[in-house]
T-cell receptor, first 114, second 113 residues
Framework: DGGITQSPKYLFRKEGQNVTLSCEQN?????MYWYRQDPGQGLRLIYY???????QKGDIAEGYSVSREKKESFPLTVTSAQKNPTAFYLC?????????????FGPGTRLTVL | GENVEQHPSTLSVQEGDSAVIKCTYS??????FPWYKQELGKGPQLIIDIRSNVGEKKDQRIAVTLNKTAKHFSLHITETQPEDSAVYFCAASRVGSARQLTFGSGTQLTVLP
């Protein structure tokens, strides 16, 4: 059963703590993305990666970090430097090369800072 | 960079009526325009897309129109059903761009029984 999995579904964190969100895909997609979604707003790009061991900042990268050691995995770390981390986080992937390849989304992780 | 504006932010229609959501984009080089549907607590799913070389595309009750000159595109849902209730996002992309998608702010569609 192919797709994108994100874990955990819900995550609670105390202020000052780093936390890592998992994203795994078995679609053999080359590109992977992290978005943040806040109520009443669209999806804002945090980081993206086109190939293993390479990634680029999106529009709101401050306070976040990523790694891409394996093609199927793209974990996101929310650091204590992120001022307002409570949000819904979405991971996506896309098969690179095609001009109009669809971007597939995972089910999301809801992070709440207590 | 690209900027996508989406209207309205909320839309309520009676079951069986039509719903229209509109988006404008700023980058004239954008040439791919997908629409996503997001149900509560889930990730967005692609429902239809259009490329800049066509003006309209239909898929059963859903259609999308594109006006390149005015830089706007619209989603039309006919014969709405309660299961159409969700948040809809438009997006724009320039082919070849590694970032791929810039999203609108979303429209909460509610279909009233």
């Amino acid at each position: 059963d192919g797709g994108i999995t994100q874990s955990p579904k819900y995550l609670f964190r105390k202020e000052g703590q780093n936390v890592t969100l998992s994203c795994e895909q078995n679609l053999n997609h080359d590109a992977m993305y992290w978005y943040r979604q806040d109520p009443g707003q669209g999806l804002r790009l945090i980081y993206y990666s086109q190939i293993v061991n390479d990634f680029q900042k999106g529009d709101i990268a401050e306070g976040y970090s990523v790694s891409r050691e394996k093609k199927e995995s793209f974990p996101l770390t929310v650091t204590s430097a992120q001022k307002n981390p409570t949000a819904f986080y979405l991971c996506a992937s896309r098969l690179a090369g095609g001009e109009y390849n669809e971007q597939f989304f995972g089910p999301g992780t809801r992070l709440t800072v207590l | 960079g690209e900027n996508v504006e989406q209207h309205p932010s909320t839309l309520s229609v009676q079951e069986g009526d039509s719903a229209v959501i509109k988006c404008t984009y700023s980058d004239s080089a954008s040439n791919y325009f997908p629409w996503y549907k997001q149900e509560l607590g889930k990730g967005p799913q692609l429902i239809i897309d259009i490329r800049s070389n066509v003006g309209e595309k239909k898929d059963q009750r859903i259609a999308v129109t594109l006006n390149k000159t005015a830089k706007h595109f619209s989603l039309h849902i006919t014969e709405t059903q309660p299961e159409d209730s969700a948040v809809y996002f438009c997006a724009a992309s320039r082919v070849g761009s590694a970032r791929q998608l810039t999203f609108g702010s979303g429209t909460q569609l509610t279909v009233l029984p």
